[in-house]
């Protein structure tokens, strides 16, 4: 532990061996001058993950019970521990793109007082599925945002989460002296990051999204996994937006997703073309993300009981 640090970062981590050695080489060779201490929270690694960081003998490991994992509460025990006047939050698959990806999420939070939260721009990994690739490309171009709560449109206290939905402690960095007045909440599933973000624009604090700083993170997830991913998030959601549950609501989207399936089939089978993919590959990218949303559907639908 550094306790003059300017930055502390902390790395959440579960069976991370095929990257996180390429993430701390990165972290630790990034062009700062700033003082850093970085933390690293392992839940339960059964793999090498926690023999390879140990091989870092500037990183702080702390070994956690699986089964004490929640994604609010270990990021707050890491926050809690942190020393920087920043905190910066990246998930153990992520790995950042280059050595300037933490300046431009630090000088964000020091330009404008009102921010207290920038996230990084990501990239999808070598190996992402088509659909994956093309909602990350789509959804994270390289134009830098600022949100505030003025951006967003207000109706029977619902708040429309343009924007806000991308804020990710995948990678971040947020005001420490802000985050311990007001940390990640420990009752939901997931979604603690877009909470925190909803909150911080209620309180009248603006959140960044800051594209020059960029990290190589996506998921192809198994269906199993994608329906639990997609069920907790909708619990998460209600939560945070205080929605009641909406069956009719859920059965439309279910009903039209033939429709919206067609559409993008269309729009993979252009991209992966312009990629020179052969025949064989489209159809099969097709059918991934085909089967990918008819399973994202029903976990929301489970998710909504």
């Excluded at 489209?282 to 976990?299: D, H, T």
Aim: a positive charge.
């Amino acid at each position: 532990m550094k306790n003059n640090a300017d930055v502390s970062i902390i790395i959440l981590t579960k069976n991370a061996q095929e990257n996180i050695k390429e993430t701390l080489d990165v972290i630790f060779r990034q062009a700062s001058e700033r003082i850093i201490e970085v933390i690293v929270i392992d839940s339960g690694s059964s793999d090498n993950t926690i023999e390879i960081i140990r091989s870092f003998s500037a990183v702080l490991l702390v070994e956690n019970p699986p089964e004490v994992f929640q994604h609010g509460r270990t990021r707050n025990l890491g926050g809690n521990m942190a020393q920087g006047k920043y905190i910066v939050f990246l998930n153990g698959d992520a790995v950042p793109l280059n050595k300037n990806w933490l300046e431009p999420l630090i000088n964000d939070l020091e330009e404008d007082d009102s921010i207290v939260g920038v996230y990084s721009r990501h990239i999808p990994k070598k190996n992402c599925y088509l659909y994956m690739e093309i909602e990350l490309i789509s959804g994270m171009r390289p134009v830098k945002e600022i949100i505030r709560f003025s951006n967003f449109i207000q109706n029977d206290k619902q708040v429309h989460l343009a924007g806000l939905i991308r804020f990710s402690t995948v990678s971040c960095a947020i005001k420490k002296s802000v985050w311990d007045k007001m940390p990640f909440t420990e009752t939901l599933p997931i979604g603690e990051d877009q909470d925190w973000a909803k909150r911080m624009l209620e309180a009248g604090y603006a959140i960044a999204y800051e594209p020059a700083s960029v990290i190589i993170h996506s998921h192809n997830y198994t269906l199993t996994r994608l329906f639990k991913y997609r069920c907790a998030n909708l619990q998460s959601f209600n939560a945070i937006l205080g929605r009641k549950k909406s069956f009719f609501g859920l059965l439309c989207r279910i009903l039209i997703s033939p429709i919206s399936s067609i559409m993008e089939s269309i729009v993979i089978f252009r991209y992966a073309k312009g990629k020179k993919y052969g025949t064989i590959a489209i159809l099969k990218e097709i059918y991934i993300a085909f089967l990918s949303r008819l399973v994202a559907s029903i976990g929301e639908l489970a998710g909504n009981k």
